[in-house]
Nanobody
Framework: QVQLVESGGGLVQAGGSLRLSCVAS????????MGWFRQAPGKERIFVAA????????DYADSVKGRFTISRDNAKNTVYLQMGSLKPEDTAVYYC???????????????WGQGTQVTVSS
């Protein structure tokens, strides 16, 4: 079992930055690939970014490439999402999730956090 807790969300103006954190419980964090997803009101949950268990490989949705950076610190059981040049369309609840593989589909993630709200004002 892996329990995930996100933090760092909030209200920010367009063009601003935020860093989300996700802390995992358990001793096996370093064996999981980690992903960030987001869900806007009335829309499906979609892939944002993912990072391999070692941190060497990352993947991003086209909509956030060049603006968001995913990273992890296995010693701290934490994965981060640094978000920059934020746009109003980035407004959503952001979730972190754990998977045995570096994948981009929600169905292949086994564990999920409760989410943190990010609101970008224009």
């Amino acid at each position: 079992q892996v329990q995930l807790v996100e933090s760092g969300g909030g209200l920010v103006q367009a063009g601003g930055s935020l860093r989300l954190s996700c802390v995992a419980s358990g001793r096996t964090f370093s064996s999981y690939a980690m992903g960030w997803f987001r869900q806007a009101p009335g829309k499906e949950r979609i892939f944002v970014a993912a990072i391999s268990s070692s941190g060497r490989i990352t993947d991003y949705a086209d909509s956030v490439k060049g603006r968001f950076t995913i990273s992890r610190d296995n010693a701290k059981n934490t994965v981060y999402l640094q978000m920059g040049s934020l746009k109003p369309e980035d407004t959503a609840v952001y979730y972190c999730a754990a998977s045995r593989w570096l994948v981009t589909t929600t169905a292949q993630y086994h564990y999920w956090g409760q989410g943190t709200q990010v609101t970008v004002s224009s």
